[in-house]
């Protein structure tokens, strides 16, 4: 089992920024890969960005390439995600997950790829 606890959401005005934290306790030692969803109101649950764990390699969706950045603290088991210039289209609760069993994949963008998840965190943009 692994738990996974999110902070740092919470109300910016666009052009600005947030830092999500999300930490893991649990059966850390089998994590291969760490990312963060988004989900809007009325809208599906979407990809935003995910961490290789061993290599820190990195993927993001378009929207948020060159604006948010992903990245890790092993020693604290540990994920972030810093978002810059925010836009109103970036609010949204945002979720982070992890897997523990690679699925030979190497994007790891849909949420049946993930295996565990945290209870969420609110951004609002206000425009």
């Known amino acids: 089992q692994v738990q996974l606890v999110e902070s740092g959401g919470g109300l910016v005005q666009a052009g600005g920024s947030l830092r999500l934290s999300c930490t893991a306790s649990?059966?850390?030692?089998?994590?291969?890969?760490m990312g963060w969803f988004r989900q809007a109101p009325g809208k599906e649950r979407e990809f935003v960005a995910r961490?290789?764990?061993?290599?820190?390699?990195?993927y993001y969706a378009d929207p948020v390439k060159g604006r948010f950045t992903i990245s890790r603290d092993n020693a604290k088991n540990t994920v972030y995600l810093q978002m810059n210039s925010l836009k109103a289209e970036d609010t949204a609760v945002y979720y982070c997950?992890?897997?523990?069993?690679?699925?030979?994949?190497?994007?790891?963008?849909?949420?049946?790829?993930?295996?565990?998840w945290g209870q969420g965190t609110q951004v609002t943009v206000s425009s």
């Open positions: 997950a992890t897997v523990l069993t690679p699925k030979g994949s190497y994007y790891y963008t849909t949420q049946l790829e993930y295996d565990y």
């Open positions: 649990g059966r850390t030692f089998r994590t291969y890969a």
């Open positions: 961490i290789r764990w061993s290599d820190g390699n990195t």
